[in-house]
Every structure is written in structure tokens, then in C-alpha cells.
Nanobody, 127 residues
């Protein structure tokens, strides 16, 4: 059974940076995409970023110029570097892993189709 464990959340002031990390273990498969979703109180879970096995990256528009996703396929890890954090970025961030049919497939932005989820890590941004 695949397990995803996140780390790196915390409380920061607006404008600061944080790096989230996620390590996958237990039967991970070649070809899986990895990424991040987030959920703020009272809001639906939303796509943040993902990277397919081939290395192509995807971002939601509101974080595109501030967040950077990177993964190490050999180590089954994925990081999310978040710069210039804003209060709207505050949420629980979830690491995800899923298979979308090919190494170069575009990962879905629908949370329902991602198979594996971490437990989440809290990011709080004070204004």
C-alpha cells in the first residue's frame, strides 16, 4: 500500500517562503504523477500543482509565478517551494500520487481521480 508523508508546513508572515516535502513509500510505480492539493476551511479541495513522470509541471494560475514543484523519481519524493506567500494560500496542503495512463500524460486537476493522498500539512499565513 502506497503511503505519502508530508512535512514542512507552518506559520509564516505574508511574503515569506516555505518548502513542503513529500515522501512516498510502499509499492510506488514507475509512471505515476505527483502533486499537491490544498483545502482551506469552508472551501473545496483545489489543485495547486503537479508534475508528471516525464517532468512537465502544472500549476493553478494563482500560484504559477510563486510556487515551484520538483520531484525526484528515483527517491519518490516531491517538493513544493512556495515563495511570496499570501493569506489566501493558507490551507491544509495534501501530497498526491496518481496514474494517468502514460509517462507524459497531463495530470488531472480533479481531486476525485487521484488515488493516493497524504495526511496533509497545515500552512498558515499571517497578514
Amino acid at each position: 500500500q502506497v503511503q505519502l508523508v508530508e512535512s514542512g508546513g507552518g506559520l509564516v508572515q505574508a511574503g515569506a517562503s516555505l518548502r513542503l516535502s513529500c515522501a512516498a513509500s510502499g509499492g510506488t510505480r514507475i509512471g505515476n504523477a505527483m502533486g499537491w492539493f490544498r483545502q482551506a476551511p469552508g472551501k473545496e479541495r483545489e489543485f495547486v500543482s503537479a508534475q508528471n513522470w516525464a517532468g512537465t509541471t502544472y500549476y493553478r494560475n494563482s500560484v504559477k509565478d510563486r510556487f515551484t514543484i520538483s520531484r525526484d523519481n528515483a527517491k519518490n519524493t516531491v517538493d513544493l517551494l512556495m515563495n511570496n506567500l499570501k493569506p489566501d494560500d493558507a490551507a491544509v496542503y495534501y501530497c498526491v500520487m496518481g496514474n494517468f495512463g502514460s509517462l507524459r500524460a497531463t495530470p488531472s486537476r480533479d481531486p476525485e481521480v487521484w488515488r493516493y493522498w497524504g495526511q496533509g500539512t497545515q500552512v498558515t499565513v499571517s497578514s
